[in-house]
C-alpha cells in the first residue's frame, strides 16, 4: 500500500501507472468475492443448507456481498474480503465435516479463477505478442505512457496486465483464506480434526484469536512474508504448468 501511495503522489508516469492499477482491480475484486462467496453459499446448499439461496447470496452480483472495509482493502492492498455468507451447519449431517467442505470451497473458486486468468494469459500472449510478451514487458510503464504506440497496442497490454492481476490476487486470496485461524476459512478446514468440544470452543473467541494474529503478523511479518511468497510461487507455478498441457 506505500508503494502504491508513493506512486499515486508522485505524478508523472508512475501516478498513472499506479491510477490505472486501482481502476484494474475494482472489477477483479468484483468478481473475485463474489465467485468465493457463492462458493460457500452453492456448496452448503449442495451440503442441504439452504440458507445462502434463500437469501439470495448464491449470486455473482458483487452487491449482494458487498463489505466497504474489505472491498477497500481488496482494492489498495490486494488482499480483502467480502460479506460473510451465512451458514447454519445444523442443516449438515455432519456440522464440522459440512463446514469444512463448504469453507473449502470458497478458496477453491479462487484458484480455479486463477487457473482461468493464467490460461487466458498464455491463449492472448500467443495471438497478441507471439509468444513473447513476458520477454517485452519490462518497460511496460513506458509503454502504455511514454511510447508512441498506438492505443489498440496499449489495449493489448492492458488486457495481459489485467489477467496477470486476476491471478495473483486469487492466488492471494486463496492463501489468505486457507490460514488456519478463526475466522479465516482453513480453520474451518483444520479443525475438522479436533474433538467437538474444542473445535466449538475455539470458534467462541474468533474474534479474540483475530485480534491476536493481527498483531502477530504486524509484528513478524517478514517471516510471514517468506512463507507466503514460497506457498504463492509454489501455486503460481503449479498452475502454469498445468496450462501447458491445455495450451
Not at 487466458?120 to 520477454?135: E, K, P, S, V
Request: aromatic share 14%; glycine share 8%.
Amino acid at each position: 500500500m506505500l508503494n502504491m501511495l508513493s506512486y499515486l503522489l508522485s505524478g508523472g508516469t508512475l501516478a498513472l501507472y499506479a491510477l490505472l492499477i486501482l481502476v484494474l482491480r475494482l472489477p477483479i475484486v468484483c468478481i473475485s468475492l463474489s465467485m468465493h462467496e457463492s462458493a460457500h453459499g452453492y456448496a452448503a446448499y449442495r451440503l442441504g443448507d439452504p440458507t445462502a439461496r434463500n437469501l439470495g447470496r448464491i449470486s455473482l452480483n458483487p452487491m449482494k456481498h458487498f463489505s466497504p472495509l474489505g472491498t477497500l482493502s481488496m482494492i489498495f492492498l490486494g488482499i480483502g474480503w467480502a460479506k460473510p455468507v451465512p451458514i447454519n451447519a445444523r442443516y449438515f449431517k455432519n456440522s464440522k465435516k459440512g463446514m469444512a467442505w463448504t469453507a473449502a470451497a470458497g478458496p477453491l473458486s479462487n484458484l480455479l479463477l486463477a487457473l482461468v486468468g493464467i490460461l487466458l494469459m498464455r491463449i492472448f500472449d500467443l495471438l497478441l505478442f507471439d509468444g513473447l510478451f513476458y520477454f517485452t514487458n519490462q518497460n511496460i510503464i513506458r509503454l502504455l505512457f511514454e511510447s508512441d504506440l498506438a492505443l489498440i497496442g496499449k489495449l493489448k497490454y492492458v488486457l495481459m496486465i489485467f489477467l496477470e492481476m486476476l491471478s495473483i490476487m486469487n492466488i492471494s486470496l486463496a492463501l489468505f483464506n486457507l490460514i488456519p485461524i478463526p475466522p479465516f476459512d482453513g480453520s474451518r478446514i483444520a479443525y475438522v480434526l479436533l474433538p467437538d468440544r474444542i473445535y466449538f470452543g475455539l470458534m467462541k473467541y474468533e474474534s479474540i484469536i483475530m485480534i491476536v494474529f493481527i498483531f502477530l503478523f504486524y509484528r513478524f511479518g517478514d517471516g510471514f512474508s517468506d512463507v507466503v511468497y514460497w506457498f504463492y510461487g509454489s501455486i503460481y507455478d503449479f498452475l502454469v504448468t498445468i496450462t501447458r498441457f491445455l495450451v
